[in-house]
């Protein structure tokens, strides 16, 4: 009997010499874990955050996306300027040519570089190019030309090449209020830049919009 008691008791003994380094693993299996889910959370929070924190104070820090990125990749720009066309691409006096008006935008935000902002109707006679806006004074449709005239599809606006006001083919009135809109022109080796402007549509009188 007692060497069954002592038996006994050396068994609990030896569960406890098991048992006590088994409790210290596991408490410190769940620590570690429960520090790697802290760090990985924080991690994966922080790091959107910082991204937007540092997007948000220099929007324009990407190299990149900068305007200075893309006026070195457009050489040698005219400065307010953009360019639209060579002087060989254009038909010497044939009818004008149509062509978009691609630039960058920007405001303090948002840079998108290379965007169509607009059309403009390219005409050469000899060394003389007359750059017209292709949307319509009327009220801001896009004016087609057919070779003899610009027409406007919308309600019968019609111009002469030199982009001054003419008769409708329709016989009803030129709704136009003015000519169609004139843009400052350079030619530079070869190249044809344009002082791009959008005006007001309907009014008597060429003005600019901001
Ligand atoms: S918009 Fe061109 S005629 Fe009205």
Redesign the pocket.
Known sequence: MAASQQKNSKSKDDQDSVSMPDAYTDDRRNFVAKMASVVIGATVGLVPFIAGVISFLNPLSSKNRTPEFYAGKSGDAVEGYVRVTTLDALSDGGAPQRFPVIDDKFDAWNFTPDQAIGAVYVRRQGETVTVFNAT?P????SVQCDGTKFV?P????AFNLDGTKTDSSSGRPN??PRSMDELETRIEDGQVWVDFKSFYTGRHEKVAKA
Do not use: T
């Not at 009327?138 to 449709?141: D, E, I, L, N």
């Not at 919308?154 to 606006?157: I, V, W």
């Open positions: 319509c009327h009220a801001g449709c406007c919308c309600h019968n606006s709704p136009s």
